[in-house]
């Protein structure tokens, strides 16, 4: 049997209109995806940084508030209060910031320690307050961490009473 081609309609390609709209199409859908791509980039970079911040700078109150509360007396004489840079010559340990790469360090007597490491002091001011019966030390500290657009910077704050003095 033979098929009649007249009742088939003519094959035809594509138009140039219809091949124009799905090309503008599959390019707003690339320009989309690569825009969301960047974004959640940008939103990741952003917390890793403020993560870094927040890890360093929790560590490090927590370790200078925990050496105040353990002390006795405060080594008036070597520590440099109410100024940027602080020092803090307490219990036996000294807290400072590391001038090379702007670390908040601890030495102990048998050496010094960062405590933060990928974060850098810019700011750290101790302030001592002593009356005959307590004697109480409060920090202000400010670490940087990031570049560029993704340079943050955050404050910390803390405070404790020395250890027999409450």
Do not use: H
Not at 79 to 88: A, H, I, R
Not at 109 to 128: E, H, Q, S
Not at 141 to 151: I, K, P, R
């Amino acid at each position: 049997m033979k098929k009649n081609r007249a009742c088939l309609p003519a094959r035809q390609g594509f138009s140039l209109i219809e091949v124009v709209v799905y090309l503008a199409l599959i390019a707003v859908v690339g320009v989309v995806t690569v825009e969301s791509v960047f974004a959640v980039y940008k939103s990741y970079a952003r917390l890793r940084v403020e993560r870094r911040i927040m890890l360093n700078g929790d560590t490090a109150m927590e370790t200078i508030i925990r050496s105040v509360r353990e002390a006795t007396s405060t080594d008036a004489a070597g520590s440099v209060f109410g100024t940027n840079p602080g020092v803090l010559k307490i219990g036996g340990k000294t807290f400072s910031i590391n001038s090379s790469d702007g670390a908040l360090q601890v030495d102990d007597g048998l050496g010094n320690a960062d405590i933060t490491i990928d974060a850098a002091v810019t700011n750290l001011v101790f302030y001592r307050q002593a009356t005959t019966t307590s004697e109480i030390i409060k920090i202000e500290m400010t670490l940087s961490a990031g570049q560029g657009s993704f340079n943050k910077t955050r404050n910390f704050f803390g405070s404790a009473v020395l250890r027999g003095k409450y």
